[in-house]
């Protein structure tokens, strides 16, 4: 079957686990790409290539699929979309606890740790954009609190070179440090425990002294948060783009 440059053909093919659906999508690249997104597998490859080809190159990774799907099957399990959760009226989670959304006449976003509140204006109560940006402000505020107590107080465990704390918000990755001392670190963090936020926290001051994932490295991390092991295998199973469901 032909398809044009946009389109997207829905195919089946039988691996040694069972039935693997994916998303065939021809483009003018060379070579054949696999990606999973919100949608499942998807496979781009160039028109020339016949799909008995894709096909054979499919079955070649079939274990990395399997793995890769099952991933992907449970991180739609355990999350959302933070617009999901504000349209169906749910709760927010902030450092892994349930925080109700208010409307009120106040003209600007709050968030009550004490009472588990964020308060969103009234006047964007009937816009869903307006209130989803306004939710995110007070969201990023509550994290750079967060993010800097937690960093600071980490920091007195060990000498660590001089540090800033900065908010990013990528979807590939929780956070990042350079050589110029510059932690960011992923705003969505703060949906997340605690211990998850101080792990990503640790890991990145860790690389303030070693630029890699050497035994010293790991050994660094281990001086800053010794029980580290088990929300690092934790949010290796979570995408930093989704939100955890309660």
């Known amino acids: 079957m032909s398809v ?43 028109h020339r290539v016949a799909l008995a080809e894709i096909e054979r190159i499919i079955a070649s990774k079939s274990t990395w699929i399997e793995k890769s799907l099952l991933r992907w099957e449970s991180r739609k399990h355990n999350s959302t979309s933070l617009e999901t959760l504000l349209a169906n009226g749910h709760a927010i989670p902030v ?3 349930a925080f109700q959304v208010e409307h009120t006449s ?11 509140h964020i308060t969103l204006p009234g006047s964007v109560r009937h816009s869903p954009p307006a209130q ?29 070179p001089a540090f800033q704390i900065r908010l990013s918000s990528p979807n590939a990755r929780w956070g990042s440090c350079n050589s110029r001392g510059e932690v960011r670190l992923n705003w969505r963090l703060v949906h997340y425990p605690l211990p998850m936020i101080e792990y990503v926290i640790a890991h990145e001051l ?3 002294k070693e630029m890699n994932h050497s035994p010293r490295f790991w050994a660094i991390v281990e001086q800053l948060m010794p029980n580290y092991r088990e929300p690092h295998k934790a949010l290796s199973q979570l995408s930093p783009s989704e939100v955890p469901r309660l």
């Not at 106040?106 to 588990?116: A, E, G, K, V």
């Open 4 to 46: 044009s440059s946009t389109d997207i053909e829905q195919r089946a093919l039988e691996l040694p686990w069972g039935l693997c659906h994916y998303s065939l999508k021809r483009s003018k690249r060379r070579s054949i790409g696999f990606l999973i997104t919100d949608d499942g597998l998807q496979i781009s490859a160039p």
């Open 95 to 97: 450092r892994g606890l």
């Open 106 to 116: 106040t003209s600007r976003p709050m968030l009550n740790p004490w009472t588990q």
């Open 132 to 160: 989803l940006k306004s939710l995110e402000k007070v969201l990023k505020t509550h994290a750079k609190e967060v993010f800097t107590h937690m960093a600071q107080t980490l920091a007195q465990r060990m000498e660590l």
């Open 206 to 208: 860790a690389h303030l």
